[in-house]
T-cell receptor, first 111, second 112 residues
């Protein structure tokens, strides 16, 4: 089980701005999942990245998996208040230990 | 709606007491996971069950126990509660071990 470092811990920006949040580890990921958690709710899966160098797009969200599979980033273009939430990266690991989560990035988009 | 149901939504109790949290997984999911979420520790994996059998243990205290019943619902029992046990407790389910998790909306436990 590896430790996942997410940065920044908190981010507050204005509507319309772009942002990038990061997830890093000293070990290689077999795959990586990104979740978003809104207040009062459980985390919801956004995407799974598997291949080094992979890029996945989900509307205004772009997910990248580093070539070495030790890091991942989430870029949001033209952020909207609805993007507000806690963004978590998670390592499925070997599958038998549940997911290992980073502590997340708390994102606030101000109107 | 994830399809995972957790009850109760809120629970307030005193130190030393025992509580039971309940989870009904998404239809068809055999695996149930329990997580504890606090501001300083983030989401911490507690325990996993698969089709009624304990599959993996994480950072679960000895005062805590869980089980998964034949109808696949699960219960998390927390006893001798301490102030530090106050947290959000999430249940999640998946079809098999490595597939994405579907989380319930959690039980907020407050120990006073």
């Amino acid at each position: 089980t590896q430790l996942l470092e997410q940065s920044p811990q908190f981010l507050s920006i204005q509507e319309g701005e772009n942002l990038t949040v990061y997830c890093n580890s000293s070990s290689v990921f077999s795959s990586l999942q990104w979740y978003r958690q809104e207040p009062g709710e459980g985390p919801v899966l956004l995407v799974t990245v598997v291949t080094g160098g992979e890029v996945k797009k989900l509307k205004r969200l772009t997910f990248q998996f580093g070539d070495a599979r030790k890091d991942s980033s989430l870029h949001i273009t033209a952020a909207q208040p609805g993007d507000t939430g806690l963004y978590l990266c998670a390592d499925p690991g070997g599958g038998a230990d549940g997911l290992t989560f980073g502590k997340g990035t708390h994102l606030i988009i101000q109107p | 709606d994830s399809g995972v149901t957790q009850t109760p939504k809120h629970l307030i109790t005193a130190t030393g007491q025992r509580v039971t949290l309940r989870c009904s997984p998404r239809s068809g999911d055999l695996s149930v996971y329990w997580y504890q979420q606090s501001l300083d520790q983030g989401l911490q994996f507690l325990i996993q069950y698969y089709n009624g059998e304990e599959r993996a243990k994480g950072n679960i205290l000895e005062r805590f126990s869980a089980q998964q019943f034949p109808d696949l619902h699960s219960e998390l029992n927390l006893s001798s509660l301490e102030l530090g046990d106050s947290a959000l407790y999430f249940c999640a389910s998946s079809q098999v071990y490595n597939s994405p998790l579907h989380f319930g909306n959690g039980t907020r436990l407050t120990v006073t």
